[in-house]
């Protein structure tokens, strides 16, 4: 792995390391180890200087031997629901997304893990976009930080990886990210408070389970079927359901399957039946999700009340299953939906003085 250029890079324990080892080096008391520290997640500041509790010489030192790097903030959509929609600009230009979901006492975090996605699952915005890059761990992280930079009552209480990207085919960023969320000495976010969401990447998933704390998992399934999936989903072709429900049920952990209802793909009685049989074997919690626009133009999201009924049989079958609420439609608040929107009415502007041209 390339050295990483921050301390926003490393788990807690490591930038604590640090900069014990620094403070150490530069003869300054111990105690300032502790202080700085706590600048970079649990108390952040947007940049050492706003760090007043340490001398200013201080200050200028950290800034030249550990900059902060920062998101800058691109478009902030509120949502009538109370959804709040970032679309974050990186150091290269690329382009993310975060959605803040807050309902009864919890915020929730749906957070990137790449520019784009490499995986053309066709119902969905991102991987129409294909991969730009992989994110590394502070630009995840970061999308935590500079929201409680912004404003510290809205730190999250719950996070997901469900937003741009597929973080499993993103460990080494991913697995550093988690350590940042969850330790004390991070933000401090209960490990079942932190919900990684996958299509199935078994080697990704196996290093997952592999760590200690109770991370939940979430697996993206669309269809119960590997032939019919594999129509919606290409990694089947990879990583076919079967191993990923393999890998999966060696968790200890809870798993959740989600499931984007699609008309006539994936909404059959048929599907609800081995989806239950799916769910019963697993002990897994099923998300319902209605079809948000943004994927393959031929899909039509399923009918409310052939949802209503799809649960109901799931329900009925003795499967734990709910339908998600649609949160924050008016905003596209599907992920990769605000980035897409947004180039789309670039090319739109850039079109306009071309279609004004008098041919
Ligand atoms: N790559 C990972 C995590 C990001 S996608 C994964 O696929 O699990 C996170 C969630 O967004 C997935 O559960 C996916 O089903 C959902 N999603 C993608 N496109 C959607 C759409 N058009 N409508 C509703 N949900 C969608
Ligand atoms: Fe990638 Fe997840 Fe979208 Fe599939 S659903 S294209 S894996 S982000």
């Known amino acids: 792995m390339a050295q990483p250029t921050t301390l926003l890079d490393l788990p807690p ?24 520290h706590r600048r970079l997640w649990m108390d952040p500041v947007a940049s050492w200087q706003d760090a007043t509790e340490l001398p200013k010489a201080l200050r200028e030192r950290l800034e030249r031997d550990f900059p902060l790097p920062r998101l800058s903030v691109d478009v902030i959509q509120q949502s009538q629901d109370g959804t709040r929609k970032y679309l974050w600009t990186l150091g290269d230009g690329e382009k993310i997304e975060s959605v803040l979901i807050p309902s009864a006492g919890r915020r929730t975090l749906c957070i990137s893990s790449q520019a784009g996605c490499a995986l053309g699952c066709t119902f969905c915005a991102t991987g129409t976009m294909g991969l730009r890059r992989n994110l590394t761990a ?14 510290v009552n809205d730190k999250p209480t719950n996070v997901v990886f469900m937003g741009m990207g597929e973080p499993l085919v993103n460990w080494p960023a991913v697995d550093a990210t988690l350590s940042i969320l969850n330790d004390p000495k991070g933000f401090g976010i209960g490990a079942r408070h932190i919900t990684v969401s996958t ?27 590997g032939a019919d999936r594999i129509g919606i989903m290409p990694i089947e072709k990879r990583y076919p359901l079967k191993e990923v429900l393999d890998v999966a049920a060696t968790f200890h952990k809870r798993v959740t399957f989600e499931y984007v209802l699609i008309a006539g793909v994936n909404d059959r009685d048929d599907d609800a039946a081995v989806l239950a049989s799916h ?12 079809l948000h626009p943004g994927g393959a133009p031929g899909l039509v999201p399923t009918a409310p009340a052939r949802i209503r009924e799809f649960c109901q049989f799931l329900v009925d079958q003795g499967v734990e299953a709910v339908v998600r609420r649609s949160r924050g439609l008016d905003i596209d608040a599907a992920c990769g939906q605000l980035r897409v929107q947004m180039e789309k009415k670039r090319r739109a502007d850039h079109q306009e003085p071309v279609d004004a041209t008098p041919s």
Do not use: C, T
């Open 279 to 290: 769910a019963r074997r697993m002990g897994a919690h099923v998300n319902l999700l209605p």
């Open 138 to 151: 502070w630009e995840i992280a970061a999308q935590v930080r500079e929201i409680v930079l912004l404003d």
């Open 199 to 225: 299509v199935g990447i078994v080697p990704g998933m196996k290093a997952l389970a592999a760590r200690p704390e109770q991370f939940r998992l979430a697996i993206s399934m669309h269809s119960p079927k």
């Open 13 to 36: 324990e490591l930038s604590a390391e640090r900069i014990r080892a620094w403070v150490a080096g530069e003869k300054l008391p111990a105690y300032r180890a502790e202080q700085m």
